[in-house]
């Protein structure tokens, strides 16, 4: 397992902490996520061999919010 932590700009409840959440966890190969509103920023545990950065990028940024 990998871990990442992306920087996501424009999250600011916990409406948006689940939209992110939800994103992620439907992406195969996500097995953690962890959401922290204060900072900005998104930890997340994976498997490289089933999912990419930039899946989890792309899921994030459908949901409407900015991956820096």
């Given amino acids: ?18 939209s992110v959440e939800g994103a992620l966890n439907d992406l195969s190969g996500v097995s953690q996520v962890e959401v922290n509103l204060d900072n900005g920023k998104v930890d997340i545990t994976y498997d490289d061999t089933k999912v990419t950065i930039k899946e989890m990028q792309e899921a994030v940024e459908e949901q409407g919010y900015e991956v820096v």
């Avoid at 932590?5 to 600011?12: D, R």
């Fill in 1 to 18: 397992m990998q871990q990442k932590t992306l920087e996501v700009q424009g999250m600011t409840c916990g409406h948006c902490k689940a």
